[in-house]
Structure formats: structure tokens, C-alpha cells
């Protein structure tokens, strides 16, 4: 089992940066890949990054492409996204996942991911 918790979520202008954090807990962080979804209300789950096992290969959604970058630090148990250029269709609850299973190296489905965190608010005003 892995605990995950995410944080550095806040308020931010539109066009200003926030970097998320998420540290895990329990089984070896390094064995699992890692990502990002969000949430705003009445809408569904929406996939944001992925990174695999060794931070080697990464992979965005077109909406955040360009702007967001997740990384890992295995030796830490932790892993960022670092948000740029924000706008406010990216308020959401932002949480980080782990995937214990699947082919690939990277999971961007959230059937893939087995452990969640329990999010944090990112709210961007225009």
C-alpha cells in the first residue's frame, strides 16, 4: 500500500506559476509510475501528467503541454509539477496518483492508477 498527500495548492493570478507536491508513504515510492489529474466541479476527472518509474519518459495533456512540468525525486518519495502561465480553466483539485500495475511506461488512463491522494485546490483568477 501507498499513502500519497498532495500540497502546495493555493489562490494565484492568471499567468503566475504554483508548484504541487505530493510525498508518498508506505511501499517503495520507486517502484511505481506516477501522475497528475485534476477535478473542477461538475466535471470528471481529467488526466494532467505522467512520468514513469525512473522520471526517464513523461507525458501531458494538450491542455497543459508546454506550460506544466512533473518531475520525481525517487530518493525523496516525492514528485512535483511545477505549473506556469496559469489560466483559470485550470482551477481544480489537483491529485496526485500512483499506478501499481499495467504495461507501459507511463499510465495517462486513471483505470491504471490504484493509489490516490487527496487532493489540493488550485484556484486561478482571471
Known amino acids: 500500500q501507498v499513502q500519497l498527500k498532495e500540497s502546495g495548492g493555493g489562490l494565484v493570478q492568471a499567468g503566475g506559476s504554483l508548484r504541487l507536491s505530493c510525498a508518498a508513504s508506505?511501499?517503495?515510492?520507486?517502484?511505481?509510475?506516477m501522475g497528475w489529474f485534476r477535478q473542477a466541479p461538475g466535471k470528471e476527472r481529467e488526466f494532467v501528467a505522467a512520468?514513469?518509474?525512473?522520471?526517464?519518459?513523461?507525458n501531458y495533456s494538450d491542455s497543459v503541454k508546454g506550460r506544466f512540468t512533473i518531475s520525481r525525486d525517487n530518493a525523496k518519495n516525492t514528485m512535483n509539477l511545477q505549473m506556469n502561465r496559469l489560466k483559470p480553466e485550470d482551477t481544480a483539485v489537483y491529485s496526485c496518483?500512483?499506478?501499481?500495475?499495467?504495461?507501459?511506461?507511463?499510465?495517462?488512463?486513471?483505470?491504471?492508477?490504484?493509489?490516490w491522494g487527496q487532493g489540493t485546490q488550485v484556484t486561478i483568477s482571471s
Open positions: 496518483a500512483a499506478s501499481g500495475y499495467g504495461l507501459g511506461a507511463v499510465a495517462v488512463s486513471d483505470h491504471e492508477y490504484n493509489y
Open positions: 508506505g511501499r517503495t515510492f520507486s517502484n511505481y509510475r
Open positions: 512520468i514513469s518509474i525512473s522520471g526517464g519518459r513523461t
